[in-house]
């Protein structure tokens, strides 16, 4: 379809505002059908571009800039795809539990205003009405905001267009925590916002160097010019550590267990799955594919970088009892096997790592949505007052098994693809180059994995099974709004275990020609 790419990122931005309108006159309902509606259609987009190849776009920009373009390729279909249907199956999944934080927020709000009297139900009923309408379209617009940065970012052709939509990304992430999230929301917010905008600050330095040194900010030119070592290696390392933050890899994570367990759980299930991994896309596009030799200076240390994060993440994971914060500590784990896949340098190592970008998308798309569930219907996140739920939840308890096994690499799930092709690329290197040093990496990354097998089996022993606590005996399933969404993801993880290379053949030539193997 022509201009298939444009209309995917520019029709959810343009009619952010028309969502906004809906949500205030009409309510949640059908702001959120709408807000689907455009997703779904974007998404349906998206796929297509990628079933038909590469596919690229260019639109005349500035002459200070360069051109304005979209490149969907064997790197970016997968990246893109993944976050157009997470983004799409969450809409959905927030109605219901936006609604809860809504009318929660609205009986604080009340309290405090008028210390719980002197207000006639009807009058409060249309106040509550009144106030969920105007809440409903601002997170809808926002909502719809926060997938064009994401997806902006990974089609960008040049990088002044990457950073602003990576800056695009962040400004209404730092809004959708700061006015919905729990606790010191605000604090949080904030928090969130500095982190990740001095990050993007750190990486405009690496995008200047390039730019100016090559004349060009255009990735085409970039990828044609000779860049002097000495650049490429500032830029590399610039654009590493900026990249690292929106991963909360090791040293840069200590932002992401806040903001998970504030967030509302739908951008929680959008900021661990879509959105931290895009900093590996950047690492991709920007170092592996543009700065070859550099990247293979670099490889070790990203290989040792990802090891730690790995470990630390999976021992941090299974010290928490807060669930939304084991999540974010899986998260952290998550990222290193990304990173420690792309310091394999190799094909196998650097397709293991894009595969399991898309695998954690699915794996813990599906465990931020049990956990939201579990939110909603018991209203708790402490695990050590949960248990016995698989026999009054029995469909979020199934999808959660099936998300928990994704994470941790079992057949005949999504992730025991990405992690065998991963651990592969990673032993193959260490022989290659008879490397003692990789060989023990090899070893701890396996550990790793045992790490993380402990922490999610625990968890779920702890939530699902075992006797039932009192006042637990009359919780119920979740609205199929969450459920059914879950289920989605679900299925899709077992598909893709069955049958990966729906992206695979895409992956694998892309990492072949980079590597020039």
């Known amino acids: 379809m022509e201009y298939a790419l444009l209309q995917a990122i520019f029709l959810p931005l343009l009619l952010s505002p028309v969502v906004y309108i809906i949500g205030r006159k009409a309510g949640p309902t059908p702001a959120m059908w709408v807000t689907f509606a455009i997703l779904l259609y974007a998404t349906i987009l ?13 639109y005349p920009w500035t002459t200070q800039f360069g051109e304005f373009g979209f490149l969907l390729d064997g790197l970016a279909s997968p990246f893109a795809i993944m976050i157009y249907v997470l983004s799409t199956i969450l809409v959905l999944y927030s109605k219901p539990y936006m609604l809860h934080i809504f009318h929660h927020q609205f009986e604080e709000e009340r ?48 990088l002044i267009e990457f950073f602003v939509f990576f800056e695009i990304m962040l400004i209404p992430g730092f809004f959708l925590v700061a006015l919905w999230g729990a606790g010191n929301r605000r604090k949080i917010g904030l928090m969130f916002l500095f982190w990740t905008h001095s990050g993007a600050v750190v990486l405009l330095l690496g995008f200047l160097m390039i730019g100016l040194t090559v004349g060009s900010f255009d990735f085409a030119d970039i990828n044609e010019s000779e860049i002097p070592q000495d650049i490429a290696m500032l830029s590399a390392v610039a654009i590493a550590l900026g990249l690292g933050v929106k991963l909360a890899v090791f040293m840069f994570h200590i932002w992401l267990p806040y903001v998970h367990g504030a967030a509302p ?18 690492i991709f596009r920007l170092i592996v594919e543009f700065l070859p030799a550099t990247f293979a200076d670099l490889s070790i240390w990203f290989y040792i970088w990802g090891l730690v994060t790995m470990i630390y993440g999976g021992a941090m994971a299974l010290m928490q009892d807060d669930l939304k914060r084991l999540l974010a500590y899986s998260s952290i784990s998550q990222m290193g096997y990304l990173l420690f896949g792309i310091g394999t340098i190799s094909v196998l190592g650097l397709t293991g790592a894009e595969m399991m970008y898309v695998t954690h998308a699915i794996g813990k798309g599906i465990l931020f949505m049990m956990a939201g569930v579990i939110i909603v219907k018991v209203g708790t996140r402490s695990i050590s007052k949960l248990g016995g739920l698989a026999g009054k939840m029995p469909i979020t308890a199934v999808c959660a098994v099936i998300g ?17 092709i991963l651990f592969a690329g990673a032993l193959e290197t260490a022989l290659e180059e008879g490397s003692t040093l990789r060989a023990v990496g090899f070893g701890l990354g396996l550990v790793a994995t045992v790490l993380t097998m402990s922490y999610l089996l625990w968890m779920l022993k702890r939530v699902f099974f075992g006797k039932t606590p009192e006042h637990l005996e009359n919780v119920k399933e979740g609205s199929w709004y969450m459920v059914a969404p879950m289920m989605v993801l679900a299925g899709f993880s077992i598909v893709l275990g069955i049958y990966p290379d729906i992206f695979y053949k895409s992956i694998i030539p892309y990492m072949s020609g980079v590597l020039g193997v």
């Open 111 to 158: 309290n405090i205003n008028t210390s719980g009297s002197g207000q006639t139900s009807i009058v409060e009923s249309s106040a509550l009405s009144n106030y969920v309408n105007a809440k409903s379209g601002l997170y809808f617009a926002l909502y719809l905001l926060f997938a064009v940065g994401m997806l902006g970012t990974v089609l960008a052709t040049n």
């Open 265 to 282: 759980t739908p951008i929680s299930a959008l900021l661990s799955p879509a959105m931290i991994g895009i900093g590996v896309y950047g």
């Open 404 to 420: 928990a096994l994704t994470i941790m690499g079992i057949p005949p799930t999504a992730g025991f693809m990405g992690e065998w």
């Open 46 to 58: 998206i796929v297509n571009a990628a079933l038909s190849g590469t596919v690229e776009e260019h």
